[in-house]
Each structure stands twice: as structure tokens, then as C-alpha cells.
């Protein structure tokens, strides 16, 4: 017959081994934690090394197009805007026509 005996023991024993489960606890945590962010700063190797091969003259073009771009909105004729601005004006103030007294007579546009 087997008999198991129980051990008594003391405090200090006892909050000596809950220290260590708590540090072993802890350490893991922070060493996956490590792991993580290494692995997430790897992603930025991977698109170098992604990106390696696109030509720079792609790189020209998009910038090309994108200041073509800029440049058509920024030729655009602002008379249409003008009336869509006087024409919400005159409904919020609930006159039915454009001469009643108010003038739009400049828009800025904000960046």
C-alpha cells in the first residue's frame, strides 16, 4: 500500500514558489512578446525586398500623372461652383431668387 504523506510547508517556502511561477509567468509573456515585435519589424524587410524590383520609372510616371492631376483641378473654372454656393444660400434663407440682396464674391478654397 502506497501512502502519500503530506508535507508541511512554511510561509516563506510557499511565496518563494509563487515568486518564481510569477517571474517564469512573466518572462514568457515578455519573450513572445519579443518575438512578436520581431516579426512585425521584419515586414518592413519585406517589402524592400518586395520593391526591389519595380523600376524607378514607374515611380516617375505616377508622380507625372498625379501633377497633371493637381494641376486640371486647380485650372477648373469656378463659376459653377459659385452658383451651387448661391444657390444653397438663397434656399437656406428662403428667397426664391438669386437678387436679393447678397453676392458671393470670392471662395477660398482650404488645404
Not at 7 to 31: I, P, Q, R, Y
Not at 48 to 75: C, H, L, M, P, Y
Not at 97 to 110: K, L, P
Request: aromatic content about 6%; hydrophobic content about 45%; overall charge negative.
Amino acid at each position: 500500500m502506497i501512502s502519500y504523506l503530506h508535507v508541511a510547508e512554511s510561509m516563506s517556502d510557499m511565496m518563494a514558489k509563487a515568486g518564481m511561477n510569477t517571474l517564469l509567468g512573466m518572462g514568457t509573456v515578455f519573450c513572445v512578446l519579443i518575438l512578436i515585435m520581431l516579426l512585425i519589424s521584419s515586414f518592413k524587410l519585406l517589402s524592400v525586398f518586395e520593391n526591389r524590383g519595380e523600376k524607378k520609372e514607374e515611380k516617375t510616371s505616377v508622380d507625372k500623372a498625379v501633377e497633371q492631376i493637381v494641376a486640371g483641378e486647380e485650372a477648373q473654372d469656378d463659376t459653377e461652383l459659385i452658383a451651387v454656393i448661391s444657390a444653397a444660400i438663397a434656399a437656406y434663407e428662403g428667397s426664391s431668387s438669386a437678387g436679393s440682396g447678397y453676392v458671393v464674391r470670392s471662395i477660398r478654397r482650404i488645404r
